[in-house]
């Protein structure tokens, strides 16, 4: 005769964990029927009041995510959607809290069942100050989260399937869904197809050239300052900080007008000797390379700094062990420095990738994406991210800023799915540490 | 002999990409230096050494009626001291609970502060505006601390809990034993011993105001509650070239501190990024 046996007799009470849970369809009424009278009153008094509160909203929030209003002039289509949103979010945490509360009533069943007795309410609380201090610490960041970023986002995300644009906007007029027809339109309709390829293509250019050359740069510096025959290795070091330290809008926006074609310094002080006289901000070929150029220069003293962090680290012996063996100079650099270089900072390298792939404020700041092309929505320096601010604030073309969203937010997440996987295989166990 | 040649004609290379590096770092911010000195408001005639230099456009940005500067550093002051108060707490709760706890959604809750990180904020742009407008936060301070300190938890969150989870667990399981309730161990255990990376990250979310221009351009929009970055950008930006001279000198005013701090800093940025990334 074992143990749990001896209790389920001496208890000798036929307390269902069934019937706990059944009764609990109701809230709070398996905490009662449980002898948890306090517990159950609690459960039934927020369920209850959640649909007492947001009775209404929710009716509302749903009938409006279907409809998106039914009276034009006076629904805001906008509202209802955002109302919906939110019912939609409120529900999922009311189900959450059902859910704990069926779990709940079953499992003090089944330990009433087992024979164990019940506890005071001074231990209940206490049972309950120990379980509830993870979810007290995670719930004003968890609030601040859902409505500052997971509802904007999934608004993004709804709005792509409506019709929402400038000739077709609330409160004047009322919304209503259409299906995947942006999707289609982004790829059927000329204008779209080749504005979406011309800026998708630029993107990738730029992010791979402008961050490939930083990291390039970068690295170089960090390897010849590290020399150890070069002296005064601080301020040197200081001095290529600075882009990094100097606030970047402060450097956009004078590199922006030193590049002015008509009154900028580059023109007019450093190549005019040499009698040039480059359209810098009205080329497309021009605006490029003066992108790419102040990119490198933003960008280059940060990468530096990581490398130079890193390089301290590589111990002596490697390179002493390399240079007994009769490795080249190259060699040496080839097989000690750069593992040990990327490996340290793979991750951060991507994020820089990734930083470059959805970098607005540069392109934005130095010449608003332009110069214009002749045919399609967005000028030839804009970049998918600085497209959709425009479709959104300039042109108000919200439902294709929307779909453009969505794709780069499918790219970015492909980007950073692959780090994932990368990152998990050089540490096991990454995100249980 | 010749082996000395080379080795002294290496490091004279070496001198001489680092000095050319330099004249290109320098040369934008002596230049943007230079405009800020000249008189006269417009940068068709300034040059980088002018000709009778004056202090006059630092003058105007504090004294001149016309001029916002100072509210706007107030604002941005604000907006920067609530902010980084704010979301640290936030974060450190945050970090704290998914570094120690084993509580129900926690690993889910994990990929999907993972996922959201990578998302552009600009995503939501939209719908940040419609419910700022919606309950009244528009072009207010409020509303953009709110919104700042909702898009830095993410990120902020995983460097704290990379930091938190290099503590060992046996300082605070000792603390438990002798009786310490969860908020002593994480108070009097866990705080003081973080230090390092919360000054990182108080320094990067107080720093992020006098940088940013998107978001205050999205939320705000009267003048008087315009942060620097906005404010001076709308200065440059309203007829192009015309204010130039006054946008220089407000710019070196931003420039100046934080560039000191940041560098002041760097080492502890740097050992605070790579601690943090190698755990995400």
Redesign the interface.
């Known amino acids: 005769m074992n143990g749990k046996q001896v209790r389920d007799r001496n208890a000798g009470n036929s307390h269902s964990p069934r019937i706990a849970m059944l009764l609990s369809i109701i809230p709070g009424l398996g905490q009662i029927y449980n002898r948890r009278y306090f517990k159950g009153v609690l459960f039934f008094g927020i369920i209850a009041a959640f649909f007492i509160v947001f009775g209404n909203f929710l009716n509302i929030g749903f009938w409006g995510l279907v409809t998106l209003g039914t009276l034009e002039g006076v629904d805001d289509s ?2 209802l959607l ?1 109302q919906g949103i939110v019912s939609v979010i409120l529900t999922v945490f009311a189900l959450g809290v059902y859910w704990i509360n069926l779990v709940d009533a079953k499992k003090d069943a089944e330990r009433i069942s087992n024979g164990w007795r019940k506890t005071t309410l001074r231990e209940g609380f206490n049972n309950a ?3 509830g ?3 007290a ?2 719930a ?3 609030f ?2 859902v ?10 995300v709804a ?1 792509a399937f409506t019709n929402y644009n400038i000739y077709n906007s609330p409160p004047k007029f009322l919304l209503s869904w259409v299906g995947v027809e942006n999707f289609l339109n982004v790829f059927s309709v000329p204008v779209w197809r080749k504005t979406f390829f011309s800026v998708l293509s630029w993107t990738v250019v730029w992010t791979l050239v402008a961050t490939t050359l930083q990291i390039s740069l970068g690295l170089f ?1 960090a390897v ?2 590290n ?1 150890k ?2 002296k005064y290795k601080k301020l ?1 070091r ?14 956009i ?3 922006a ?2 590049f ?1 074609d008509q ?1 900028g ?1 580059v023109n007019n ?1 450093l190549l005019a000797p040499l009698g040039l006289n480059i359209p810098w901000l009205t080329d497309p070929l021009w605006t490029k390379i003066a992108i790419i150029f102040v990119e490198v ?1 933003l960008g280059f003293a940060y990468i530096f ?2 490398f130079t ?2 390089l301290q680290s590589i111990s002596e012996d490697w390179y002493e062990a390399a240079e007994v063996d009769g490795a080249s100079r190259w060699q040496r650099f080839r097989n000690i420095t750069l593992p040990h270089v990327l490996f ?2 793979a ?2 390298l991507i ?1 820089q990738y ?1 930083g470059n792939f ?1 970098n ?2 540069l392109i934005y ?1 130095f010449n608003q994406g332009g110069p214009p092309v002749r045919g399609q929505t967005a000028g030839s320096t804009d970049i998918i ?1 600085s497209w ?2 425009k479709l ?2 300039d042109t108000l073309n ?1 439902n294709m ?2 779909v453009i ?1 969505i794709m ?2 499918v790219i ?2 492909g ?2 799915f692959f780090q ?1 996987k990368r ?1 998990r295989s050089f ?1 096991e166990g ?4 | 002999m010749s082996g000395k040649l080379k080795s002294k004609l290496e490091v004279a290379g070496i001198y001489l990409v680092i000095f050319v590096m330099f004249l290109v770092i320098v040369y934008p911010l002596i230049w943007v230096f230079g405009i800020s000195l000249n008189p006269g408001t417009s940068m068709y005639s300034a040059t980088i050494i002018p000709k009778n230099a004056s202090f006059e456009h630092y003058r105007w940005l504090f004294t001149n009626e016309d001029s916002n500067y100072l509210l706007w550093y107030k604002n941005t002051l604000i907006v920067a001291s609530a902010k980084t108060v704010l979301s640290l707490a936030v974060t450190l709760f945050i970090a704290y609970a998914f570094s120690r706890y084993h509580f129900v959604g926690r690993k889910n809750g994990l990929y999907v502060l993972m996922l959201i990180k990578i998302f552009p904020v600009l995503m939501g742009m939209v719908a940040i505006y419609i419910l700022l407008s919606l309950v009244g936060l528009l072009d207010s301070l409020v509303g953009l601390i709110l919104v700042y300190v909702g898009t830095s938890i993410p990120t902020h969150a995983f460097l704290v809990k990379g930091f938190f989870d290099t503590i060992p667990r046996d300082l605070d399981e000792a603390a438990k034993i002798d009786g310490a309730g969860h908020v002593r161990v994480f108070v009097q255990i866990i705080l003081p011993l973080a230090v390092p990376i919360i000054a990182v990250v108080a320094l990067f979310n107080f720093m992020a105001p006098f940088m940013d221009f998107l978001l205050p351009r999205i939320v705000i929009r009267s003048p008087e509650n315009y942060t620097l970055a906005l404010g001076l950008f709308n200065l440059v930006n309203q007829e192009f070239g015309q204010n130039f001279t006054r946008f220089a000198a407000g710019s070196i005013l931003i420039a100046v501190p934080i560039a000191t701090v940041f560098l002041f800093f760097q080492r502890y940025l740097i050992s605070g990024l790579t601690a943090g990334a190698s755990k995400g």
């Open positions: 906008r509202r955002i100050w120990d379980k201090f993870p979810y610490l995670v004003p960041g968890l601040m989260i409505f500052v970023l997971i509802l904007p986002l999934l608004f993004m709005l510096l010849i300052v020399d025959r070069v040197i200081t001095i290529l900080i600075l882009p990094w330290a100097v606030p970047g809008f402060v450097s926006l004078t590199f007008a030193m002015n009154f310094a002080q220069w700094a990581l962090g890193v340290a900072s991750p951060l994020m990734t959805n607005f404020n700041l991210i959709v601010y959104t604030f919200y800023a929307a969203s780069l937010g970015v997440a980007i950073a994932f990152t540490k990454g995100i249980d540490g």
